[in-house]
């Protein structure tokens, strides 16, 4: 059964980077679409990132483009997340999630397995 696991979040200045981990163990990430959603308090839910591992197609989210970049290891069975140029209304817990659909529109119902979750927190 797969299982995920994040880190790598913490606090950061404005304008610095961070680079989020996606650790998956009971299963190889071959065979799912692994997304990054974040909620900020006060806020829902958004999916900012995605990678079809399968395909090795990738989304972003407007607010996170030339900003961000998705990848995977394939022998390390992780996806990272690396943030540049980050900014306070990036703030927020991010989550992995992982589906085995093929999605457009990152609706967070299609994700069935979830880590907990890493705080991001961007201020001076």
């Known amino acids: 059964q797969l299982q995920l696991v994040e880190s790598g979040g913490g606090l950061v200045q404005p304008g610095g980077s961070l680079r989020l981990s996606c650790e998956a163990s009971?299963?190889?990430?071959?065979?799912?679409?692994i997304g990054w959603f974040r909620q900020a308090p006060g806020k829902e839910r958004e999916g900012v990132s995605y990678i079809n591992v399968p395909v090795g197609s990738t989304y972003y989210t407007d607010s996170l483009k030339g900003r961000a970049t998705i990848s995977r290891d394939h022998a390390k069975n992780t996806v990272y997340l690396q943030m540049t140029s980050l900014k306070p209304e990036d703030t927020a817990v991010y989550y992995c999630?992982?589906?085995?659909?093929?999605?457009?529109?990152?609706?967070?119902?299609?994700?069935?397995?979830w880590g907990q979750g890493t705080q991001v927190t961007v201020s001076s």
């Open positions: 999630a992982a589906t085995v659909f093929s999605i457009e529109i990152m609706t967070s119902d299609l994700f069935g397995v």
């Open positions: 009971g299963d190889t990430l071959d065979n799912y679409l």
